[in-house]
């Protein structure tokens, strides 16, 4: 068999179908051809996620409508490139195992070799649902039975308390369909309407689900509405604060629209920011960061805080992020940064 040097080429000699999805920060898909990109080192992974690169592999024969899936979690260098050694260490264990049949049914000697592959990661059960909505979405797939009784709960005919039927694999198809054009349903429009209604069991794993995707001007404003609504109110509690974080997160694939920058901007000139809606910013809507002036005043919040663990732990998820290095190295630098956050900084680096 001829030398494989690169997960892309293995999947290509097997004559597979595929489709690649980051894991860690978002459930996203990953073009092939950044991918192969960043297998070469030509670019460093552009989402990490502490240290690492967390990608879903879907693959197939032409034949077969059944996708296999990996899930891996690949070491990153502190230039965010693909550590080589360990992508080359799990190519060798898989052709070991199956050589270039990837799709082939496995003896119980290919399968113990398989399982043994310490690259292999379990994401939270949340991320695997989405993932299994968007892979069966893209692939024209049916959705499953729970997607229809979501539908139905979100017309508000049953009652809004009557959730107990909802199942989280529901609200994840339900997520992935939200831009729909060839459906019956507007899902945005029902959304919208559905909205100031649901109890928070229904409505945090929404916010989740939503996470992952793009979605109308009329949703992010309803969600932006919500957050200001929950902001406002003077005396705050652990589950009004819990809203707000989830709220926000739900904005994470929409965080460069010009909506969602001028609501964090908004939230950043207030006199406080809690902690939790900081790291909601920085682990989700981070793309909002890309602004100078946004990343500062993100930083002097930070700062604020006055918890240099949380500084330092911040910093470093945010400069390993490609689109957000140079930004934090500028605000580093910059000449009208607090007396605070150069103390900080410089704690950082001691």
């Not at 293995?10 to 991918?35: A, C, M, V």
């Not at 309407?193 to 929404?206: I, K, M, Q, R, S």
């Not at 965080?255 to 969602?260: G, M, W």
């Not at 910013?281 to 663990?309: K, P, T, Y």
Request: hydrophobic share 40%.
């Amino acid at each position: 068999m001829d030398t494989i040097d690169t997960i892309s080429q293995l999947l290509h000699t097997s004559n597979s179908q595929y489709r690649i999805y980051d894991i860690g920060r978002k459930i996203e898909k990953i073009p092939k051809e950044l991918f192969e990109k960043v297998e070469l080192n030509q670019l460093p992974y552009p989402t990490p996620s502490q240290g690492h690169a967390c990608i879903a592999i879907a693959f197939w024969q032409k034949q077969s409508s059944q996708p296999f899936l990996w899930l891996l979690k690949l070491p990153l260098d502190e230039r965010g490139l693909l550590n080589q050694g360990a992508r080359n260490h799990f190519i060798a264990i898989i052709v070991e195992a199956l050589g270039k049949d990837l799709t082939q049914a496995v003896n119980e000697d290919q399968e113990s070799l398989l399982k043994s592959n310490p690259y292999l990661y379990t994401p939270a059960q949340y991320k695997l649902a989405t993932l299994n909505s968007k892979i069966k979405f893209e692939l024209k797939q049916q959705a499953s039975e729970y997607l229809s009784p979501f539908v139905s709960y979100l017309t508000g005919e049953n009652g809004w308390d009557n959730w107990q039927a909802v199942g989280v694999q529901g609200i994840t198809d339900f997520a992935v369909r939200i831009k729909d054009e060839s459906s019956k349903v507007k899902y945005d429009e029902l959304l919208v309407n559905a909205l100031p209604h649901l109890p928070n069991e229904v409505l945090f794993p929404l916010c989740a689900a939503l996470e992952n995707e793009m979605f109308s001007v009329d949703l992010i404003n309803a969600i932006s509405t919500l957050f200001k609504n929950e902001c406002s109110i003077t005396s705050q509690t652990d589950e009004n604060q819990q809203l707000q974080q989830h709220l926000l997160r739900s904005l994470a694939s929409n965080s460069q629209h010009v909506y969602v920058e001028k609501l964090i901007a908004d939230l950043l000139e207030q006199q406080h920011v809690s902690a939790e809606l900081l790291i909601t910013i920085s682990g989700r809507c981070w793309l909002a960061l890309e602004n100078n002036n946004q990343l500062m005043a993100f930083l002097e919040h930070l700062v604020l805080s006055d918890d240099q663990a949380l500084f330092n732990s911040i910093f470093k998820d945010l400069v390993a992020i490609p689109a957000i290095r140079p930004v934090i190295f500028q605000c580093m630098r910059a000449p009208e940064r607090s007396a605070s956050l150069s103390k900080a900084i410089g704690q950082l680096f001691n």
